[in-house]
T-cell receptor, first 112, second 117 residues
Framework: KQEVTQIPAALSVPEGENLVLNCSFT??????LQWFRQDPGKGLTSLLL?????REQTSGRLNASLDKSSGRSTLYIAASQPGDSATYLC???????????FGTGTSLTVIP | GAVVSQHPSWVICKSGTSVKIECRSL??????MFWYRQFPKQSLMLMAT?????????EQGVEKDKFLINHASLTLSTLTVTSAHPEDSSFYIC?????????????FGQGTRLTVV
């Protein structure tokens, strides 16, 4: 069964810093990997989707990379802002049922 | 992008009662929907896969008689928590992929915060 792990579990940085969130998964047979943001008590906001054939995706200050063979993905956030404070989840989509397997999440706090 | 609507967004119920949560795909047909739950400070865990016109498939450890899933149409799946107990208090969220393409992104509902008192 696919297992997804995120490191670190929590991260606190001053505003303006660049940061990297890590995600690892045990089974490289995936269709895609998606990064989400979750604000307290709320649903999920999709940030970036990387197909299994791609190596990275960028959206604004966010850049996500994927190394499928090693089972790793990173989310890079440039010039962090207090509004970036949230929990970030990575999820991989794979066999057999086409469902998503979620990571444990990284709780990010950006200090003004 | 595609929209998945989940209702209600929060509900408080008494122990022993049943609660129904709806998940609708608003602008596409979803032959499959996924139900997840998230306990405090934990990640989302898949509970069951809802299949239109057939029985849902449940993950190990999820009681099918307690969490009733109905996927009667291509745009609606419902999760009913029967005889709810305080330990069922959790955040429940549904997801629907666009059919036919395995590599599409998933679209999630807004989630439902269930509190059983």
């Amino acid at each position: 069964k696919q297992e997804v792990t995120q490191i670190p579990a929590a991260l606190s940085v001053p505003e303006g810093e660049n940061l990297v969130l890590n995600c690892s998964f045990t089974d490289s047979a995936i269709y895609n990997l998606q990064w989400f943001r979750q604000d307290p008590g709320k649903g999920l906001t999709s940030l970036l989707l990387i197909q299994s054939s791609q190596r990275e995706q960028t959206s604004g200050r966010l850049n996500a990379s994927l190394d499928k063979s090693s089972g790793r993905s990173t989310l890079y956030i440039a010039a962090s802002q207090p509004g970036d404070s949230a929990t970030y989840l990575c999820a991989v989509k794979g066999l057999p049922g086409n469902q998503f397997y979620f990571g444990t999440g990284t709780s990010l706090t950006v200090i003004p | 992008g595609a929209v998945v609507s989940q209702h209600p967004s929060w509900v408080i119920c008494k122990s022993g009662t049943s609660v129904k949560i709806e998940c609708r795909s608003l602008d596409f047909q979803a032959t499959t929907m996924f139900w997840y739950r998230q306990f405090p400070k934990q990640s989302l865990m898949l509970m069951a896969t809802s299949n239109e016109g057939s029985k849902a498939t449940y993950e190990q450890g999820v009681e099918k008689d307690k969490f009733l899933i109905n996927h009667a149409s291509l745009t609606l799946s419902t999760l009913t928590v029967t005889s709810a107990h305080p330990e069922d208090s959790s955040f429940y969220i549904c997801s629907a992929p666009q059919p036919g393409l395995k590599n599409t992104e998933a679209f999630f509902g807004q989630g439902t915060r269930l509190t059983v008192v």
